[in-house]
């Protein structure tokens, strides 16, 4: 099985950087340092006018909790639609309630925005009480694919996680496995978990991406 390996990049030098390395998908976002935000329409549409591979806009207005306000809901719905006009591939989101679950009605009306299965659930997943209540709830919903690390720290602590989550959607949710992954644990985590794809962020290292892309393939 080819996996497929997805970058966080915050620049179009970072996206360049992952193209190089051999990246099969970028995710694109502003202020990695609290986790990504949705980047700026100049940004998006430079990357887009550079690289031929998929590109993913982060839709997040700020950092902190993913509990969010009507009017940042708002927000979010419009950011959507300006990065799917620009010609983004799709969108990276994220929405709990007060009680870290999956934010159903909310996360059900940003995703009919973009068309379910170009949405991607993102490590907002990881604060929920119960992955396999939060992965039902996203199948309720019809997105493609969650980013996680299973819980855990890294993807390959979560591993084995994982491996049971990849188990209970059964093919019908993607798992995206993110946290620390490397070069040097990409291979093992892909191993233990049974995952297609892995996400790891670029900053302007394309020896990084290229080394998880070398783990992988031999994996």
Same mark, same amino acid.
Do not use: W
């Given at each position: ?9 915050? #620049? %179009? @030098? @970072? *996206? ?9 998908? $970028?995710?694109?976002? *502003?202020?990695? #340092?609290?986790?990504? /935000?949705?980047?700026?329409? /100049? ?27 009507? !009017? ?11 990065? $799917?006009? %620009? ?10 309630? !007060?009680?870290?679950?999956? @934010?159903?009605?909310?996360?059900? *009306?940003?995703? !009919? ?10 490590? +907002? ?11 039902? *709830? ?20 979560? +591993?084995?996680? &994982?491996? #049971? $989550? ?6 019908? &949710? ?14 093992? /985590?892909?191993?233990? !978990? ?5 996400? +790891? ?19």
């Amino acid at each position: 099985m080819t996996i497929l390996v997805e970058a966080a990049v915050e #620049s %179009l @030098d @970072d *996206a360049l950087a992952a193209v190089e390395g051999g990246a099969d998908r $970028l995710e694109l976002c *502003a202020n990695l #340092s609290v986790g990504g /935000t949705t980047p700026e329409q /100049t940004l998006i549409a430079a990357v887009l006018a550079r690289v031929e591979i998929p590109v993913f806009a982060m839709i997040r207005p700020r950092g902190g909790s993913f509990v969010y306000s009507e !009017s940042e809901t708002d927000r979010m719905r419009r950011d959507i639609e300006m990065a $799917l006009d %620009l010609g983004v591939h799709g969108v990276v989101l994220g929405v709990l309630d !007060s009680a870290n679950r999956v @934010d159903v009605p909310r996360t059900q *009306a940003l995703a !009919s925005v973009a068309g379910g299965r170009r949405v991607t659930f993102h490590r +907002a997943f990881d604060r929920t009480p119960d992955v396999f209540a939060a992965a039902d *709830a996203l199948l309720s919903i019809g997105v493609a694919r969650v980013l996680t690390s299973g819980g855990a720290p890294s993807a390959n602590e979560g +591993a084995d996680v &994982l491996s #049971s $989550l990849v188990e209970h959607v059964a093919g019908k &949710l993607g798992v995206l496995a993110g946290g620390g992954v490397r070069g040097q644990n990409a291979a093992d /985590t892909v191993r233990r !978990s049974g995952v297609g794809e892995v996400h +790891a962020r670029c900053e302007r290292d394309a020896g990084r991406i290229r080394a998880i892309k070398d783990a992988v393939r031999s994996s």
